[in-house]
């Protein structure tokens, strides 16, 4: 965290009547708002997204839906949004205008990093009709390539050992639930507000696969007290920036160590399965649906899906962020290309939405040069995204025996900025990716050997299932992908191989 400048003053309940002109302030009686919800996982998204159509809800329709934000990971709260009031400022930007508002539905913080019980203590609370939540990928401990809990992790080690005092996002949610059933019994709306395949029934199963474990009938309990609704959720929201506090202490002149910056699109849909309350999110532009399914394919293959090639190809290129990334007209043409082509004939149809107009507006999203989206930050934590924008479609084409090249093309761009950052090829980058050491030894001893690097890489059941790891149409192509990824000129392999592939 920053040192606070002197001067201005900081943003808090205090000074909520005196914003400059320009900058919205919260349309309904914050000092009547109380809790009925609460979210695990407090960063730029969620603060740019479910706060906000939160807030528009206790606009138009007010009551008891104040958020309690919870962070069981650092960054923590309590020096930033706690010092706030839970107020922060979130401006919408599109290249070169920009909207600010001061969202205000956070209504306090709790930090539990150090221990769960503070968590716990609001998650068990009968006031909490609705957890959600944004931990990343990752915090669901569970095998990427298969959805299942992953009992070796350390942190679901622990909790399965010590189930009463928590490390995990699973085993915290399977304590606060036991607490509810053994205190007030009342039921739960549980929602995975990240970008995993099939995120509620991800979650239903990590919880279930440790309720099992603990037995007493909790399991059974759950299934018929707490609903794990799906959901696609959508708006890009980078991390943060001293540029963007210093934007809001000079600009708007006030101090706010919690603003976010993301981009006008919204997007939010839910499936239709709650366990008693839940905000009518309809009301303020959400979709409700039976069927989420679909949405979520869409948004993960298309606007995900160009993401993650376009970050790494664009690490490669020696670019910064996406929108530098769609500037450069051969990457642009290779992610619109790998869209077209072979990601959106794996997609379901849509309702209300044409495939090709999503492409074309998701591009146009990634262009924008207001949103610093840094290539680095997407790269983070990929073997945990690839399968359901990269490798799932893949599995498709396969089946459909359909052309799959540009999409091993995108796969291999994640090889090599993992393998670049080997020791042997002179570590060019720091990886943050739970696989990171794992590739990292694979490289060591594989050498700048394709085939070796993608066998070795590919036997990793995790994230790669065996249709992919032994599919040798599927291994080949990445492998020449790879090589000239690795090679002298990866961008004179990408221009080959945008030239080649298709029309
Ligand atoms: C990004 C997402 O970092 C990433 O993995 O692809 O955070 C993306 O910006 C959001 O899903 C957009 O809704």
């Given amino acids: 965290m920053t040192a606070p400048r002197l001067g201005a003053s900081m943003l808090g309940a205090s000074v909520l009547g005196?914003?400059?002109?320009?900058?919205?302030?919260?349309?309904?009686?914050?000092?009547?708002?109380?809790?009925g919800m609460a979210h695990i996982g407090v960063g730029a998204f969620h603060r740019t997204h479910q706060a906000e159509y939160t807030d528009d809800l206790l606009a138009q329709r007010f009551d008891r839906w104040g958020i309690v934000g919870i962070n069981i990971r650092p960054p923590l709260l309590g020096e930033t949004l706690g010092m706030q009031d839970g107020l922060y400022t979130r401006l919408l930007r599109q290249d070169d205008r920009v909207e600010a508002r001061v969202i205000g539905s956070i209504v306090s913080v709790v930090d539990s990093a150090e221990s769960a019980a503070p968590a716990l203590a609001v998650l068990a609370s009968p006031e909490i009709d609705v957890v959600t939540m944004t931990v990343t990928e990752k915090g669901y401990c569970h095998i990427p390539a298969t959805g299942a809990l992953d009992p070796a992790r350390g942190e679901i080690v622990h909790d399965i050992a010590d189930p009463e005092h928590p490390v995990s996002l699973p085993g915290i949610l399977l304590r606060a639930l036991e607490m509810r059933r053994a205190t007030h019994g009342r039921p739960l709306t549980l929602v995975s507000c990240d970008n995993i395949p099939a995120n509620g029934a991800i979650l239903q199963s990590v919880v279930g696969a440790l309720a099992e474990r603990r037995g007493g009938g909790l399991a059974g309990w759950i299934a018929a007290n707490a609903a794990f609704p799906g959901t696609m959720v959508d708006r890009i929201a980078p991390a943060p920036t001293e540029l963007d506090r210093r934007f809001v202490e000079e600009r708007l002149g006030y101090r706010d160590e919690a603003v976010v910056v993301g981009e006008p699109f919204r997007q939010w849909v839910i499936e239709n399965r709650f366990a008693g309350r839940f905000p009518d999110y309809a009301a303020v532009g959400a979709q409700l649906v039976e069927d989420v399914e679909v949405f979520e394919h869409l948004k993960m293959r298309i606007l995900?899906?160009?993401?993650?090639?376009?970050?790494?190809?664009?690490?490669?290129?020696?670019?910064?962020?996406?929108?530098?990334?769609?500037?450069?007209?051969?990457?642009?043409?290779?992610?619109?290309?790998?869209?077209?082509e072979e990601s959106v004939p794996t997609l379901e149809p849509v309702p209300g939405i044409a495939p090709l107009a999503y492409v074309d507006e998701s591009?146009?999203?990634?262009?924008?040069?207001?949103?610093?989206?840094?290539?680095?930050?997407?790269?983070?934590?990929?073997?945990?995204?690839?399968?359901?924008?990269?490798?799932?479609?893949?599995?498709?084409?396969?089946?459909?025996?359909?052309?799959?090249?540009?999409?091993?093309?995108?796969?291999?761009?994640?090889?090599a900025y993992l393998v670049l950052a080997a020791e042997r090829f002179g570590r060019r980058w720091t990886v943050d990716d739970p696989f990171a050491t794992r590739v990292a030894a694979i490289a060591d001893t594989a050498g700048a050997d394709p085939r070796q690097l993608v066998a070795g890489i590919t036997a990793i059941d995790a994230i790669f299932a065996p249709e992919l790891a032994g599919n040798p149409r599927f291994t080949a192509a990445v492998a020449w992908h790879l090589a000239g990824f690795i090679g002298a000129d990866p961008m004179a392999h990408l221009a080959r191989v945008t030239g080649a592939a298709g029309a």
């Fill in 18 to 35: 005196a914003l400059p002109a320009g900058v919205a302030a919260p349309r309904y009686d914050r000092t009547a708002l109380e809790a």
């Fill in 304 to 340: 995900n899906g160009a993401q993650t090639a376009l970050c790494y190809q664009g690490v490669l290129a020696g670019l910064e962020h996406t929108f530098d990334d769609m500037a450069d007209p051969l990457l642009a043409r290779f992610v619109r290309r790998m869209l077209v």
């Fill in 363 to 415: 591009l146009s999203r990634l262009r924008n040069t207001a949103i610093r989206h840094r290539n680095h930050q997407i790269a983070t934590d990929g073997s945990q995204k690839i399968v359901q924008r990269l490798l799932n479609p893949i599995r498709d084409r396969i089946r459909a025996g359909a052309s799959f090249d540009l999409l091993s093309a995108a796969v291999a761009g994640w090889m």
